[in-house]
């Protein structure tokens, strides 16, 4: 007889300070990791990896935008313990907590649960001893798979959960797979239709060759590098655009690293130019990536819109500190230029927390951001000891508190000690600094600069307000924000108490009709300005410091160099290397 096995894959999000589940009508980010783990899914499907007389049956969850409800998901499953399996997907440290609190219901019921992802994956490979959350994960009877799930893995885990034999722990962390020919990441269009512009994501490539001791992607996917080809490029697209999706994030954490950029930039082109596939990206490059010869200019034929830069700082000794020594200061102008010259929008992230930093250091060096770099967004992260980086690694080592929530490992809220400013003067400069760089008077600079290349302001004005908002009104990260808040009741961090209808309801319909009275006062701190540019005759005549062109001999008047720490030393550096090159270049002439 025919049998069903069903496979439900559920991507958790994690509490809020209130701890009710942050969710949205219409959530920003779509998860990579659901539409790469949906597309293994499909392919087993096709495969009959679980034989010819046993169908898989596929289920998707984006918890960010949708509810899970474990007793209506049961509900559907058959009575079989062995006939499905749940699995929740890319589970960072932050959402790990939520993870296991999905997970508990169905093992009440002996389904059988696996968890996978960054924070079970990070631990495992860093950690000599399993994390206590992880240990008690494992004592619930859950499975734990630690690495990526390509080459047939997920053949494995399907096969097992139908036979009854699923492992405890599946540990690949030292045998990563290669990318290319692997399934196409992708998800149902209802499932994009819940994000905000109808965004998908997907990756090329995996892995990172340099040492941010912050980062935990090089001690999770490895520091040498794996790529998908042009081949699987084009079949993600084409295959998600037959379903209407013609907007992507690209995941890879720095695109300009990846060997065959220009193959895939050349295979977007081909794309967008003789096949009228009007596809647009984001994709995230390092502070280097304008020395690629043609990369910005291909970027932009691709339909690259958007670029995230991993900038981090401008003071050279934290980024020394962090063993981030690719980012130089002395570029930052000139790349964000060239992006700027070519009508993409940049944003970037900055790190609040290193070593050296304090309350008025970092205030002063978010002015002379403002002042002397063209950049469009700006995000900002507590130096956060993430499970799986080396920072987590030593200060485990060491012994040194570190919050044991992990529910607050979202880089939105402080979780260690600093060596130079107490708790709350960290904290409040964390506040402190959305608010410094997303004042109305920057903001309309920002419009201006993007006016001037002859872009309309209002979509930067738009991305402005929710990057502003996120923090300030909704108390997340832009990251995890979204439009529409969505709270259940029943959807509480367990400890709580579930608060009675009669007071959930009236306080969540005044919390929401307070939260957008606050975004309309926001739009109407900016909208006059936003007006005015809009409709000025001279806006492309708006110059500034940032906008200059680049001169190495005026560097010693900016703030950036004279007065962050090691910026003259930057500088010096980066003459020596120019009076290098230009010696190199007169012998081979004399020559």
């Not at 096709?46 to 998707?60: I, M, P, Q």
């Not at 994390?131 to 798979?145: E, H, K, N, R, S």
């Not at 400013?421 to 997303?438: L, T």
């Amino acid at each position: 007889m025919a049998r069903d096995f069903h496979l439900v894959m559920i991507k958790p999000s994690h509490y809020d300070d209130d701890g009710y589940v942050i969710q949205w009508y219409r959530s920003l980010i779509p998860s990579n990791t659901l539409a790469a783990l949906n597309g293994l899914g499909e392919d087993c499907k096709a495969r009959k990896v679980l034989g010819n007389d046993t169908d898989l049956v596929l289920s998707t969850y984006d918890e960010t935008n949708a509810r899970v409800n474990p007793a209506r998901i049961m509900r559907g499953l058959p009575e079989d313990r062995t006939a499905s399996l749940i699995a929740l997907v890319g589970v960072q440290s932050n959402q790990f907590p939520r993870a296991c609190d999905i997970a508990k219901p169905f093992r009440d019921q002996g389904y059988q649960v696996a968890i996978g992802g960054f924070h079970a994956s990070g631990c495992i490979s860093m950690l000599d001893e399993m994390q206590p959350d992880v240990q008690a994960a494992l004592d619930m009877g859950i499975t734990i798979f630690a690495g990526e799930a390509e080459d047939r893995r997920f053949d494995d885990i399907l096969q097992h959960a139908n036979s009854g034999t699923l492992q405890s722990l599946y540990n690949f962390m030292n045998d990563l797979p290669d990318m290319t020919g692997q399934p196409v990441p992708i998800l149902p269009a209802k499932h994009i239709g819940r994000t905000a512009g109808s965004h998908s994501s997907f990756d090329l490539g995996r892995g990172c060759p340099f040492q941010c001791s912050f980062c935990t992607i090089i001690n999770v996917q490895g520091r040498k590098s794996r790529f998908r080809s042009a081949d699987d490029l084009e079949r993600i697209i084409v295959e998600n655009y037959a379903q209407g999706i013609d907007r992507f994030f690209i995941t890879d954490d720095n695109f300009a690293r990846n060997k065959d950029w220009e193959q895939f930039f050349d295979r977007l082109i081909e794309l967008r130019q003789d096949r009228g596939m009007n596809v647009k990206f984001v994709i995230q490059v390092d502070t280097l990536c304008h020395r690629i010869e043609g990369f910005i200019d291909k970027a932009a034929q691709a339909g690259v819109s958007r670029v995230f830069i991993g900038l981090e700082n401008i003071n050279p000794d934290n980024l020394l500190a962090a063993k981030k020594k690719q980012n130089r200061i002395v570029e930052y102008r000139e790349m964000l230029q060239a992006w700027k010259e070519r009508r993409v929008t940049t944003y970037a992230g900055y790190i609040l927390g290193f070593p050296g930093d304090t309350y008025e250091l970092i205030m002063r060096d978010i002015d002379i951001v403002k002042r002397e770099l063209p950049l469009d967004l700006l995000e900002f992260f507590f130096l956060t000891p993430l499970p799986g980086s080396e920072d987590h690694k030593v200060l485990h080592s060491r012994g040194e508190w570190m919050d044991p929530d992990m529910n607050k490992y979202d880089l939105n809220h402080r979780v260690s000690h600093h060596s130079k400013m107490s708790d709350e003067e960290w904290e409040k400069a964390y506040h402190d600094a959305w608010d410094r760089y997303y004042s109305p008077d920057h903001m309309a600079t920002v419009m201006r600069r993007m006016a001037a290349t002859g872009r309309s302001p209002t979509n930067i004005m738009m991305l402005m307000l929710i990057f502003a908002g996120s923090v300030k009104i909704e108390g997340v990260h832009p990251l995890e924000s979204g439009f529409f808040r969505r709270r259940s009741r029943l959807d509480r961090r367990p400890g709580l108490p579930i608060e009675p209808v009669w007071r959930f309801y009236p306080k969540i319909a005044w919390q929401m009709v307070a939260s957008q009275a606050r975004w309309l006062g926001l739009l109407a701190s900016v909208f006059p300005d936003y007006w005015r540019i809009k409709h000025d005759k001279n806006r492309r005549d708006y110059v500034d410091l940032a906008t200059k062109p680049v001169e190495l001999d005026a560097f010693d008047d900016l703030d950036m160099i004279s007065k962050t720490r090691g910026g003259d030393a930057a500088l010096a550096k980066v003459r020596v290397n120019m009076e290098r090159a230009q010696a190199r270049e007169a012998q081979k002439a004399s020559a």
